[in-house]
């Protein structure tokens, strides 16, 4: 009992230290005067070190191995604290601070050597930079572990217990059904109404609409706050604390679907159950379940038929002239444009899957030692040929536009189809609690899906780990079946 | 050498362990969400634990005592550097951690009770609560403490090496003259001409133009932002992120003064040395001499007729509606009014240093044990008949009025006044270095203020101690004549 005391103690340091690093980020994104870049990095290196030293201190392991040792007396709650904070010690433990630290140095200095690449559509340039970036990816999963192949031991970083070869099956299935769909491209904008472009919208309509549509999906302001930055992103500073951010430009609806698409994820955080802060359970549980719900919120309510047909109006009245003339059936389809193209950030809902496939499935092989670095380009460009049906300009437009690799974030891309498979997943488990689904949506009674979703995922925030919490949920693991119905009903039959 | 690069070392990370502290508290006035409080208090809770540990370690003391021995070969830079963390440590290792816990508690349960005292207009109320706080203040003096007066050592916590004997010294001096000056009543807006109140100023139209008086005054807002809070203040996240807050009153030109004021703060902190940087030496030196920029630029720049000549035109301008049919001369007079009133922060230039005369002299009997608490009531309100010329009608307006002694902020007011003065001086010693000051202002050359403000004040940070600076700079230690006569210039004379 003493002991699990001492666990929580320390577990509630550990979390009011990564709340104010969360902080120093958000800030830095959204508030901080630009000159002050070089302060920040001091403030978040010295705010890390602390942290690593507290997670890798072997008090902190000898607790843990006691709790563990006595895993059958713990409370499901207490269970979950020790699996978190062990993996977070083990993860923290195994890799060394010198490798850690030359590490972090590579990828400084290869962002900008990327930058330039792109910007002279160079492979070769980058080239010397990502050999060194996999090479230290793999030792990184050595020093890890993995049972059997490198790449896991990376992907369990962000989706804890998935593997590559779980990944290759539910691929194998779900992208040749993609590719078939993107080849009829679904639905289209009618091309006798050509809707779009539509009048610029002003920043403050754009910020009150998005705010409104953070008010219906159910974000609390009186917790959280919507700001502007560069890229919106959602961050939790504090179990009382979730922000939210969105952009804004003239001629973009994207502010509408970014606001959902934050708000999903701050909903999942908002909604904790309060017994968790202060823990590290007080988040959600891994980046595939979290971003689940930001596609469920942003995709398939918020670009469903149903939805709109109880905003649209409402959407018409705020942003004055620009949608009066526009039609609800119109505006769907706008919203529901399947058109695939070479730029995964401007993708559609059907094709986006595809070019997290292409990386998923090269950054497996370079893993591997199957293929030559040298090869990427060209590798590249065929794999968009055969799945998307599209001819590579240049590397820019190709295997040089993610800032990912630069940033040696391998094991990172499957985590947004996985959202989005176990979105559609956790929809059908919701239709089938709920047949009148469509009455649901009609009505804007978003808290009834709201309160479900907190029940059955929000509240637990990472008691259960990802697979099992799935599993629960849905009654099944994760697999493509849902999503491809999911494309199939929205593209062949209706909206 | 060795030693000292250690002592850099552990200033750097207690510096900027300080500065997230200082974001935590900026963001919780400017940004936070309202119901985050719990959660922020344990953040603060978490890592000013942190930095009590870091500060207090044997290890700290050790380098610092063994760099005071060889302080004959120390930079100047490093012997301050010793200075300050030796006055850091010394403070927090003589508090007993228990003591410091019971006092914040003492605090925490006060100030409700105060705010009850208050609104019932009840000294009674509060006077228990009041023993309590002066009695543990006395146990810190003891802790701390001191040569002659229990005053000093709280004190000393403000202003480094400042006595009440001191102050006593002065205040004799000032408080008689200023007692003259406010039955005088000096500039009074001109009864003909009832300019004020002026039309509602939009609240984009206040944050523009103090905006642009940041600018005037030569406030970097690449280092820093202004944003909006309930009390104005400055704080600093960083050698390049100094940050300033206003408010708005549509019905109030506190906006102007409030933005000079902050601004001034800020230029100190702004214009500080950058080799300072991530040491303790990066701030100002003490809150008197940071409080006599923030007046220097608020009221003797920024309330002269020189400063308006140039930009009341601008201001006309800026503010459509409001001082179109205003005289520059009724409008310098208008901010200029001396009228005595019961309430510090509503006090004019002259009358708000009898406010603080009464209260310094008031904490100053209570811990010396020459008066009881139950007489306060009525020792304020004879003072305030005396100095002041008023009758207190109220507790409420009188021994309540403050949130200080609830805060258990004794040894504190002072430091406004010793501003006034520091001011005063700093003003006439600048005018010596440029004969043409009036010029000067007149054409709006603030950045020649500014710069030798900066050499002499603003680049040392707290190199040196505030009654060497001042000596240094004025060539005579703190006294009252400056600011006696800079008042009757004002009141007698011209504008």
């Not at 070769?124 to 060194?132: G, S, T």
């Not at 599209?390 to 590397?395: A, E, I, N, Y």
């Not at 499957?414 to 929809?427: D, F, S």
Request: charged share 25%; with cysteine.
């Amino acid at each position: 009992m003493k002991k699990i005391k001492e666990l929580h103690s320390r577990a509630a340091e550990l979390t009011n230290l990564n709340n104010i690093l969360a902080l120093l980020q958000w800030d830095q994104e959204v508030m901080m005067p630009p000159a002050a870049t070089a302060d920040r990095a001091g403030q978040l290196s010295v705010l890390s070190t602390i942290i690593h030293k507290k997670i890798t201190a072997p008090g902190l392991r000898n607790l843990l191995q006691q709790a563990a040792e006595h895993s059958d007396h713990l409370a499901a709650k207490d269970k979950a604290l020790v699996r978190i904070l062990t993996r977070e010690h083990v993860r923290n433990t195994k890799l060394p601070e010198k490798f850690v630290a030359d590490f972090a140095r590579l990828t400084s200095e290869s962002l900008p050597v990327w930058v330039a690449a792109r910007k002279q559509a160079d492979f070769k340039i980058f080239l010397p930079y990502l050999e060194k970036i996999v090479s230290m990816s793999l030792q990184k999963s050595d020093y890890l572990g993995y049972e059997e192949h490198p790449y896991d031991a990376l992907l369990d970083l962000y989706e804890e217990g998935l593997t590559s070869r779980q990944l290759n099956d539910i691929f194998a299935n779900l992208q040749p059904e993609l590719t078939r769909l993107v080849e009829k491209k679904g639905v289209t904008p009618s091309q006798d109404k050509p809707v779009f472009p539509f009048p610029p919208i002003a920043q403050k309509d754009q910020i009150a609409f998005s705010e409104m549509m953070l008010e219906v999906i159910g974000y609390e302001f009186t917790r959280g706050r919507q700001d502007v930055s560069a890229h919106p992103f959602t961050t939790s500073i504090g179990h009382n604390d979730r922000r939210v951010t969105n952009r804004y430009r003239p001629d973009s609806l994207e502010f509408i679907f970014s606001a959902l698409h934050e708000g999903g994820h701050a909903l999942y955080e908002q909604n904790i159950a309060a017994e968790y802060a202060d823990t590290p359970l007080d988040e959600g549980v891994s980046l595939g379940i979290h971003e689940s719900q930001s596609r469920l919120w942003e995709n398939i309510i918020g670009r469903s038929r149903l939805f709109w047909s109880r905003y649209f109006p409402i959407l018409q009245q705020a942003i004055p002239g620009s949608f009066q003339h526009v039609e609800l059936d119109d505006f769907t389809r706008h919203i529901n444009k399947i058109q695939p193209g070479l730029i995964r950030v401007e993708a559609d809902e059907v094709s986006y899957n595809l070019h997290i496939i292409v990386r998923f499935e090269l950054e497996r092989d370079l893993l591997a030692g199957n293929l030559r670095i040298v090869e990427l380009p060209e590798l590249w460009n065929e794999k968009y040929k055969k799945y998307l049906g599209l001819k590579v300009d240049s590397d820019a437009n190709g295997v040089l536009q993610d800032i990912h690799w630069a940033h040696s974030s391998l094991g990172y891309f499957p985590t947004y189809t996985i959202g989005n498979l176990a979105a559609a997943q956790i929809w059908d488990a919701y239709c089938r609690s709920d047949p009148d689904f469509k009455q649901t949506l009609q009505q804007g009674r978003l808290d009834k899906i709201r309160k479900w979703l907190t029940e059955n995922i929000y509240s637990h925030g990472s008691l259960y780990p990802p697979a099992e919490l799935l599993q629960q949920v849905c009654g099944e693991p994760l697999h493509s079946g849902s999503f491809i119905q999911y494309l199939k009903n929205k593209t062949e039959f209706s909206l």
